[in-house]
């Protein structure tokens, strides 16, 4: 299911689970939407905010994206269909309060391939770099799960993009290269 595009970012939501949708039933004032600019809320916005750490907790807790993010396990994602250089990129996302997306597991990889495809695109830059012998990921995570298609010389193309063909992984290229990108943003309620 699509959901309208604001300006360069293409969004892609996830289907609510019968849970989620009760949820959403029992507490409508969270339903407002989060402003753009994460970190900065109206007083209705902190005011959904607070119904939303109100409500139970529990397996099927809701959680929010802000316009233009779409919801993916218990993260956020957009799509930046403007080109730019690996470091651009980064500091794009930074602006946004989120980092370039990393890719934990092999579904997730797939999620933000399908989210590339959506926007239809063969590539996009995410976040693993290489620094001093080893790759890792931008936003600190671990480099558990790993998906190379090809490598290349690591000191030359420090930066690494997703290809959208089902069944690829990802690859390396010097980060002055123009690709979209995705961001990534852990939203908890």
Known sequence: MEVPV??????????????????????PAAEEKLSDAPGV??????????????????????????DGWFSYQSKCYMFVNTPRSWFG???HCNELGASLASASSSPEYRYLQQITRTANRATAWIGGFYLQGYWMWIDRSGMYYTNWYS????????CMYLQSAVGQGWRNLGCGTQYPFICVHNYRC
């Open 151 to 158: 490598q290349s010389t690591a000191i030359s193309n420090s």
């Open 41 to 66: 809320f109206s007083e209705d916005e902190n005011e959904a905010v607070e119904v939303a750490a109100a409500a139970p907790k529990d397996k099927a807790a809701r959680r929010f994206c802000p």
């Open 6 to 27: 604001e300006s360069d970012a293409v969004a892609v939501e996830e289907p609510k689970s019968a849970a989620e949708e009760a949820v959403e039933v029992e507490a």
């Open 89 to 91: 990129a980064e500091e």
